[in-house]
């Protein structure tokens, strides 16, 4: 039976909202009224004593548990009882502490307690606090109610002295932190308020034989004088200085670099390239990651000469430590370039494992520079055509103008350009070697040199050979020819310009 409400008067459908009761029900209305007769599970009432079953648990287990609680969290249970409030306040769950905003709660635990244990600090404010405020009453009522009414804080290093500092406003945090004591120091983006004097006292209050891990990105670093409080910090394994305004290096043979396996430079626009060119030529051999984003003052010549490969103090030449090169964000920098670094770089290390030494003694460090084989390519895009032309490689010097291998324009290429099928195009994409991007390896014939051969030792690793070269180029080359091949492949992406059967190509696009 169906009710239409729009017959029923208005007061009747808006009071007691009597249209929900005009609803067909979901269940019977014998089982809706013997829902109401069901008893409530049974719910135990918590022990009169105030014990709890949590407490009969192994220590280990209890610390477990609590360590997957947010510290807020975890500080509303300290009062459950002694037992909470001393595990709560264990060091080991406080190795790790990461602050977004500024904590506004309770002195003793988070002064005598909770800072103290801290050996992983992550300070990533946001909202930045604003300025460098000599003193913070936020920070007064939290860490010293007796000196609420306070202006200016000496530091602890210049109390015999008559030089006052200016706290910044992590200064009270800091203060209770012990910083020789760190593993790891995580300021991200802090120059808006941690100003350059009080950075360079937190890096030389820094553990030399503990910290392992600095992200200063978008710091207050600059100039020459970070290097003396850096430097002497010989355990780093991890260093970001990205967004800085750095201009000068430290050299690689520095105890900085001893067991560093990551730096990263991502856009130091203040870095020289000669700065930048002499560093990667001597890089350190232990460094795994190399992160070197937007550096575009970066010529190609000083990529040429990284270090790859190096004597070592039995007198053999062996591969680095190198994996992972990010260029991301160097305009200059084509697909051509990344695969002639990258055939390189590997060509020298795969010749540490040759069973011939080849041309070069390289028992005596007689490294002399490959001659690469040519590719003339035609106005075709499937098309190459192998030659034993040689070309011409950068060399150990460096010069202002661009490598003549990589960077030559192509004579010949007509205006008219015929483009793959779409199985031919999702293969040139998916399609990753050494070789230059369209050609297949049995179609393009290079000369062989002693980077080139294939015979090798016994056991070689291949993770020794390979590096890892993360880029953003988009172009093939930067004549054009390299321009209109990169229009080509996107047409021929979009447009249905080939047989998916035969593979055929069904035209050509003029592209002026």
């Not at 208005?10 to 929900?20: D, E, F, G, K, W």
């Not at 002497?232 to 750095?246: A, C, H, M, P, V």
């Not at 390239?273 to 190609?300: H, K, M, S, Y």
Request: aromatic share 6%.
């Amino acid at each position: 039976m169906t009710i239409d409400i729009t017959l029923l008067p208005p007061s009747q459908i808006l009071s007691n909202h009597s249209h929900l009761a005009l609803l067909p029900s979901t269940l019977p209305v014998s089982s809706s009224l013997c829902s109401k007769h069901f008893k409530r599970a049974f719910v135990p009432r918590p022990p009169r004593d105030g014990s709890s079953p949590l407490s009969t648990l192994p220590t280990e287990i209890q610390l477990s548990i609590l360590s997957h609680l947010e510290l807020s969290d975890l500080l509303s249970v300290l009062g459950v009882s002694k037992t909470f409030c001393a595990l709560g306040l264990s060091p080991t769950l406080h190795r790790e502490l990461s602050l977004t905003t500024l904590p506004s709660t309770i002195l003793h635990i988070l002064g005598d307690h909770i800072l103290p244990s801290v050996r992983e600090l992550t300070l990533n404010l946001f909202p930045y606090p604003c300025g460098y405020r000599p003193y913070s009453p936020h920070f007064g009522n939290l860490l010293s109610p007796n000196t609420s009414k306070r202006i200016k804080r000496p530091h602890p290093q210049g109390r015999s002295g008559q030089n006052t500092k200016e706290e910044s406003v992590v200064g009270g945090i800091l203060r209770y932190v012990k910083l020789d004591q760190l593993r790891t120091l995580n300021i991200p983006f802090s120059s808006s308020y941690i100003p350059l004097e009080e950075l360079e006292r937190i890096l030389e209050s820094l553990g030399s034989e503990c910290v392992r891990k600095l992200d200063l990105r978008g710091s207050s670093l600059s100039g020459r004088k970070w290097m003396d409080s850096i430097g002497k910090l010989g355990r780093l394994e991890e260093l970001d200085q990205g967004f800085t305004n750095i201009h000068s290096l430290p050299s690689p043979s520095s105890c900085l670099f001893g067991q560093l396996r990551y730096l990263s430079l991502s856009s130091c626009s203040m870095l020289l390239a000669d700065v930048l060119a002499e560093f990667i030529r001597e890089l350190p051999t232990n460094l795994e990651r190399l992160d070197l984003t937007r550096l575009d003052q970066l010529p190609f010549e000083a990529l040429w000469n990284l270090r790859a490969v190096y004597e070592n103090s039995e007198g053999r030449v062996v591969p680095t430590s190198l994996k992972e090169v990010r260029l991301v964000g160097i305009d200059h920098l084509t697909r051509r370039d990344v695969r002639g670094l990258k055939r390189f770089w590997e060509g020298q290390r795969r010749a540490c494992f040759l069973l011939g030494r080849g041309e070069g003694d390289w028992r005596k460090g007689e490294m002399k520079t490959p001659e690469m084989g040519s590719t003339s390519r035609s106005t075709s895009f499937g098309s190459w055509s192998s030659s034993e032309e040689e070309i011409r490689t950068p060399s150990t010097s460096y010069s202002t103008s661009p490598p003549q291998s990589l960077r030559s324009s192509r004579e010949g290429s007509g205006r008219k350009v015929s483009l793959p099928s779409r199985h031919d195009f999702l293969q040139s994409l998916s399609y990753d070697s050494d070789y230059p991007s369209g050609s297949p390896p049995s179609s393009c014939s290079y000369r062989k040199n002693r980077y080139d051969l294939t015979e090798r030792k016994d056991g070689e690793d291949d993770d020794l050979v390979h590096i890892n070269i993360i880029h953003s180029a988009i172009l093939e080359s930067e004549d054009e020819d390299g321009y209109r091949r990169f229009i080509g492949e996107v047409v021929g992406g979009t447009l249905d310009v080939g047989d998916a059967e035969g593979g055929a190509a069904r035209g050509y696009v003029e592209i002026d």
